[in-house]
């Protein structure tokens, strides 16, 4: 019996993982990135592997709150996180430092997006992306290119929302397609 519930675990640990794998390599998508758009940095990483994240998380959530699969996918990210900052050199004094404010950084964002999706105003939505795709790069994005990415954004909810949650699970989460200029 004992064994069963380990098995379980492993085996949700693993969703969890593959899922967060599908998320990871769309924030790794080169049309986020270059000139005029998001800064190819740490911080400009982080924002599109945010936006991706909470994408998925919310969609998970939306199709069954009782599984929870969602918080699987998050304990996923935090721990690909915690490796990236110590391959990045980060002390083992430091990392949890580190962890603990990006965590917090994920759940504001999160919080943004969220009413703003709540909201149904497009542009309440395009303020929140813009706002915090802004403070993370060292140049302004263009005003073009961060109205495609809210429209990408929105694209993208209502194709999560949309999936099968079998499907989702089965296949993975299909992000809208980035056209961006």
């Known amino acids: 019996m004992v064994l069963s519930f380990l098995s379980r675990g492993k085996t949700r640990r693993k969703l969890g993982e593959e899922l967060y794998s599908f998320v990871r390599d769309a924030a790794r998508n080169p049309a986020f990135f270059g000139e005029g758009k998001i800064a190819d940095s740490v911080d400009g990483r982080f924002e599109i592997l945010v936006m991706h994240g909470f994408l998925l998380m919310r969609a998970l959530r939306q199709h069954n709150q009782v599984e929870r699969v969602d918080q699987l996918v998050f ?45 149904a105003d497009p542009a309440q939505i395009h303020e929140a992306l813009a706002r915090n795709i802004e403070a993370s790069c060292t140049t302004k994005p263009k005003a073009a290119f961060l109205k495609e990415v809210s429209d990408w954004f929105l694209a993208s909810n209502q194709q999560l929302v949309g999936q099968e949650w079998e499907v989702l699970l089965r296949d993975g989460p299909k992000f809208a397609t980035t056209k961006f200029t």
């Open 75 to 119: 304990d996923a990210m935090i721990r690909d996180l915690d490796g990236a900052v110590r391959e990045l050199g980060a002390s083992d004094t430091r990392v949890g430092r580190r962890i603990k404010s990006m965590a917090q950084g994920f759940f504001g964002r999160s919080k943004s997006y969220h009413e703003a999706l709540e909201s």
